[in-house]
């Protein structure tokens, strides 16, 4: 029973984390990365598809992306659909691929993203505390129910919190190497 209850709240912390990873990659830095464009959809056909599925996207340096369309057709709704993403790039097409360009940031606007991304990381750690409090309230109601002793539950609390400060510590190392990213020139 107490192994069910760390399993779900590991699972719990886990998906925290990788939660976080996703909306930091959303962040951006001066540096052009692929995933950058993710959220990027593409009326393709009349259905919304993901940039990536109907073009080839590459960084050919790290302040550029070079978007080719598998379809010459495409070209278009693609340049349409980066403009509508509101990325803070605008598209330049020459007919047969489109190049961004990542514009350089400045340092006030490096220190709004690092307040930006403070806040996605405490998020993240509200999620993990979350699934300690859900786990250890289960551990009390099976106490309470007398389906484990008061040493099973101290200990239980225990390595709950264990498990806490292990993701907490993750949440913290990914929000300061995005920090570090952001801030480096």
């Known amino acids: 029973m107490i192994d069910g209850v760390f399993k779900a709240a ?52 790290a302040r550029s992306f070079l978007i080719s369309p598998w379809e010459a057709s495409v070209l278009k709704d693609i340049e349409s659909a980066l403009v509508k993403a509101d990325l803070g790039m605008s598209p330049q097409n020459d007919g047969k691929v489109i190049r961004l360009k990542v514009p350089e940031l400045t340092e006030e606007r490096r220190k709004d993203l690092v307040k930006t991304v403070k806040k996605i990381a405490e998020d993240a750690r509200v999620a993990v505390r979350m699934a300690r409090r859900e786990a250890n309230d289960e551990v009390k109601k099976a106490e309470k129910a007398k389906e484990i002793s008061e040493d099973d539950l101290k200990r239980s609390e225990a390595e709950i919190q264990k498990l806490t400060d292990k993701y907490i510590a993750k949440v913290d190392e990914a929000g300061d190497d995005k920090e570090k990213d952001l801030m480096t020139v």
């Open 10 to 61: 590991e699972n719990k912390m886990k998906s925290a984390l990788e939660a976080l990873g996703n909306e930091l990659k959303k962040v951006r830095t001066g540096r052009a990365q692929v995933s950058m464009l993710d959220s990027v959809k593409v009326n393709y056909y009349g259905t919304p598809t993901p940039l990536n599925q109907v073009a080839a996207v590459s960084t050919p340096d």
